[in-house]
């Protein structure tokens, strides 16, 4: 049901395109560059001056070899100029088409890591709001009437929901949900919700299977609802019978509850899968998922998933949108590691030859496979070529 969601673009964002002359110049000539200095680099590389067959191994010297390289590395920043031009160009158009506001669920005791949150990806929410049962001038936060802890969770998010109804429906297309400990990577969240309409009741978070009969979305990963759902919400569910939804004195599960009260809203679970069918929001945090064994991990977990995953090197999207349970440590990990460092090459060349394990036995064969100190590992000029060729050939799925 979910990936038909996929074809319901928006016909709006066809008209994204406002400079398109100059991001086709800035294309042909980053192509031209890109094209020349390719072939340039695998010319001096694999070829000798002469056409000598059997240097192909080799370069003579590496004279016109490392002449080319050092020219594109000094140069390097023209192409990565280039690209940094036209994804700004993008990021800002995205950050105005797809205008989403945060509402970040916090408490007295939990404050403090609230201002890691505003310090790191909070910055990206076209707006960030905190709700918690104290006030904080600081943060600040909105105060509202809840206990603290787990037992204020649902009254917290009553009254976070009616307060953006009064205050914000009109000015934002999205309203995410999410922790003082979630990690939130918004470009990515702005991306998956682009080709949706706001003015569709949709809702996307991680989906659990279990108590509403369409599931709901787990509370911990974060959620994300259209305009129209908030709309629906305020003023078909939290207007209703209290026995389809109930009111904010209730302390059972936050997320399930909310569930319950969209469901009676006809808002439904959305898919938020990738291509692949990998998730983008995650109840945990990345390590739970990168490991390759997962077997005795949240025993819980595995009844309550609406879709199955595996862990180790394909267990996730490349395409991240949330992760749980983050200490501030792992916020500014996460920044340093999405935001401030890029591996320099993309294509994954070594992993073509030895793919990352899926699970333990697989962990032991590869380092098995993987002699300490030979050259073994070191894939000559034809395997390097043939790795690309296949790679580029049969993607991994
Ligand atoms: C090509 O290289 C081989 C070995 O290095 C050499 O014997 C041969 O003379 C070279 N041929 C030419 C045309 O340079
Ligand atoms: C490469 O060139 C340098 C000087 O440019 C020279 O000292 C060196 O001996 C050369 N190496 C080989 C293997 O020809
Ligand atoms: C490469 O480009 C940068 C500007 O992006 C420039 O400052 C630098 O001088 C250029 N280097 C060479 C060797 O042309
Ligand atoms: C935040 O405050 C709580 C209680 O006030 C404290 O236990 C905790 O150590 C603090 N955390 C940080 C990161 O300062
Ligand atoms: C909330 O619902 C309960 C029933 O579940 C009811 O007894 C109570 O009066 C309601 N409170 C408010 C403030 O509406």
């Known amino acids: 049901m979910g990936f038909c969601k996929f074809n319901r673009r928006r016909t709006k964002s066809s008209s994204s395109e406002v400079?398109?002359?100059?991001?086709?110049?800035?294309?042909?000539?980053?192509?031209?560059?890109?094209?020349?200095?390719?072939?340039?680099?695998?010319?001096?590389?694999?070829?000798?001056?002469?056409?000598?067959?059997?240097?192909?191994?080799?370069?003579?010297?590496?004279?016109?070899?490392?002449?080319?390289?050092?020219?594109?590395?000094?140069?390097?920043?023209?192409?990565?100029?280039?690209?940094y031009e036209m994804q700004t160009q993008r990021n800002q158009?995205?950050?105005?088409?797809?205008?989403?506001?945060?509402w970040v669920c916090t408490s007295a005791n939990t404050a403090n890591r609230s201002v890691h949150v505003?310090?790191?990806?909070?910055?990206?929410?076209?707006?960030?709001?905190?709700?918690?049962?104290?006030?904080?001038?600081?943060?600040?936060?909105?105060?509202?009437?809840?206990?603290?802890?787990?037992?204020?969770?649902?009254?917290?998010?009553?009254?976070?929901?009616?307060?953006?109804?009064?205050?914000y429906i009109n000015d934002y297309d999205w309203f995410l949900k999410a922790d003082d400990d979630s990690y939130v990577l918004v470009d990515n969240l702005r991306k998956l919700l682009l080709p949706y309409d706001p003015n569709d009741p949709d809702y996307f978070g991680f989906h659990f299977k279990t108590i509403v009969p369409r599931g709901y979305m787990s509370?911990?990963?974060?959620?994300?609802?259209?305009?129209?759902?908030?709309?629906?919400?305020?003023?078909?569910?939290?207007a209703g019978e209290i026995t389809k939804c109930p009111n904010q004195t209730a302390d059972g599960s936050e997320d399930a509850d909310l569930g319950r009260c969209l469901?009676?809203?006809?808002?439904?679970?959305?898919?938020?899968?990738?291509?692949?069918?990998?998730?983008?929001?995650?109840?945990?945090?990345?390590?739970?998922?990168?490991?390759p064994d997962l077997s005795e991990r949240e025993w819980w977990y595995w009844y309550f998933i609406k879709w199955p995953h595996k862990g180790g090197a394909d267990c996730c999207s490349k395409h991240p949108i949330t992760f749980h349970y983050m200490t501030p440590h792992h916020?500014?990990?996460?920044?340093?590691?999405?935001?401030?460092q890029v591996m320099?090459?993309?294509?994954?060349?070594?992993?073509?030859?030895?793919?990352?394990?899926?699970?333990?036995?697989?962990?032991?064969?590869?380092?098995?496979?993987?002699?300490?100190g030979s050259t073994t590992t070191t894939p000559s000029a034809t395997s390097l070529t043939e790795a690309l060729v296949q790679s580029t050939k049969q993607p991994k799925s």
């Open 19 to 83: 400079d398109p002359s100059f991001q086709l110049t800035i294309l042909f000539l980053t192509g031209l560059f890109c094209g020349f200095s390719y072939s340039a680099y695998f010319y001096s590389a694999y070829m000798s001056p002469l056409g000598n067959a059997s240097k192909v191994q080799k370069a003579p010297n590496e004279s016109l070899s490392r002449l080319v390289h050092k020219a594109l590395d000094l140069n390097g920043s023209i192409i990565e100029q280039l690209f």
């Open 93 to 102: 158009k995205l950050f105005e088409e797809v205008r989403i506001l945060c």
């Open 118 to 167: 505003k310090a790191t990806w909070g910055r990206r929410c076209n707006k960030i709001i905190f709700i918690s049962e104290e006030e904080d001038d600081f943060l600040p936060t909105i105060k509202v009437d809840a206990r603290p802890g787990r037992e204020g969770l649902w009254a917290k998010t009553v009254h976070a929901f009616n307060y953006i109804f009064d205050n």
């Open 219 to 238: 509370g911990g990963a974060g959620y994300a609802l259209s305009r129209e759902a908030v709309k629906r919400l305020v003023t078909r569910a939290f």
């Open 263 to 291: 469901d009676y809203a006809e808002v439904y679970p959305g898919d938020s899968r990738d291509e692949k069918g990998h998730f983008r929001f995650y109840p945990f945090v990345a390590e739970n998922y990168v490991h």
């Open 331 to 340: 916020l500014y990990m996460m920044e340093h590691l999405v935001y401030n």
């Open 344 to 372: 320099f090459s993309v294509t994954d060349v070594m992993a073509a030859e030895n793919p990352g394990p899926d699970n333990i036995e697989q962990a032991e064969q590869v380092a098995k496979k993987i002699t300490v």
